[in-house]
Nanobody, 115 residues
């Protein structure tokens, strides 16, 4: 069993920044051999990819966050991060972390960008 716990969400003004964390625990393990990802789901919309970081460190970003968000990982502490800069109202959503193709998801953390 694996648990993924997101934290760091909140209310921020447009142009502001937030840093999300995803801590993995359980019978793993180490996250080092897994790709991990951040996804988000806005009200009434489907869950979409925000960013993925592969086990080797390669990264992929969704078009809407490219150049503003940075995904990273700390394998020693089994934690993944998402640095979100220049936030826009359209970034408002529940953000979820995912562990590769394992089917494990976190419970989500709310990010609200509003003045």
């Amino acid at each position: 069993q694996v648990q993924l716990v997101e934290s760091g969400g909140g209310l921020v003004q447009p142009g502001g920044s937030l840093r999300l964390s995803c801590a993995a625990s359980g019978t793993i393990f180490s996250i080092s051999s897994f790709a991990m990802g951040w996804y988000r789901q806005a009200p009434g919309k489907q869950r979409v990819l925000v960013a993925v970081i592969r086990s080797g460190g390669d990264t992929i970003y969704g078009d809407s966050v490219q150049g503003r968000f940075i995904i990273s990982r700390d394998n020693t502490n089994n934690t993944m991060y998402l640095q979100m800069n220049n936030l826009k109202p359209e970034d408002t959503a529940v953000y979820y972390c995912n562990l590769g193709d394992t089917g494990y998801w976190g419970q989500g953390t709310q990010v609200t960008v509003s003045s």
